[in-house]
């Protein structure tokens, strides 16, 4: 009987075991294609260290860089994954600026909590939204902020950086399953591609704050 009983529990154990190597393997391939259904002209892609995919090319018009950043701190209730939509072309803003949705001063993506200077929100923005900059605001960078501020109301816009060196918006892509993290202490996240859907009105708001820029200067 005995001997019955440890065949049947090592047959389990081994079970297990196959069944954990099949699923981090269909998760690392899952998170490596996050960004495949993007279609992206002269694309080129790479796996980060998070195992997350990172790409380039153009869309829309646009020369874009895209990448998944996976949030895992653990004062956070439920890790998330953000997307990263870059604009990265110069462009010609005098300093950088970043306005952020509910900073805490450690997100893993975000110089935010270093730059000196912090200055106050009008009505146009979410009152929970805060900005930081090089340098005090000219009046011109306070109006171009204003005339985007509708940015913002997509609650999963998480911040806008404006900067010499381009434009960038980081935007909540997936909450953990709050059950399973709950339970097992695991953020699986990134089993579902990234929607070019949700992707698109975060490009146009890209190309239309890069249009304002390069017309106010023209």
Do not use: C
Not at 180 to 197: H, I, K, V
Request: no cysteine.
């Amino acid at each position: 009987m005995i001997p019955l009983l440890m065949t049947a529990t090592g047959a389990g154990l081994a079970w297990l075991a196959l069944r954990l190597i099949a699923d981090d393997r269909d998760r690392r391939r899952a998170r490596a294609g996050w960004l495949d259904h993007i279609e992206l002209q002269d694309r080129q892609q790479a796996v980060a260290a998070t195992g997350f995919a990172r790409a380039s090319g153009r869309r829309a018009g646009l020369k874009l860089d895209l990448q998944a950043v996976p949030d895992t701190l653990t004062w956070r209730k439920l890790p998330v994954l953000w997307l990263l939509v870059t604009l990265p072309e110069p462009l010609p803003l005098r300093q950088r600026i970043n306005l952020m949705m509910r900073p805490t001063g450690i997100e893993p993506f975000s110089s935010f909590d270093r730059l000196p200077h912090q200055t106050a929100l009008t009505a146009a923005f979410p009152p929970d939204a805060a900005l930081r900059s090089e340098h005090p605001l000219t009046l011109a960078e306070a109006a171009l902020l204003a005339r985007h501020a509708t940015l913002f109301q997509d609650a999963r816009v998480k911040e806008l950086v404006l900067s010499p060196r381009g434009l960038r918006i980081t935007w909540l892509a997936e909450e953990a399953d709050r059950a399973r993290y709950l339970l097992f202490r695991e953020s699986d996240m990134g089993r579902r591609a990234m929607d070019p859907a949700d992707l698109d009105p975060l490009v146009l708001a890209l190309r239309a704050m890069r249009a304002d820029i390069l017309g106010a200067t023209a």
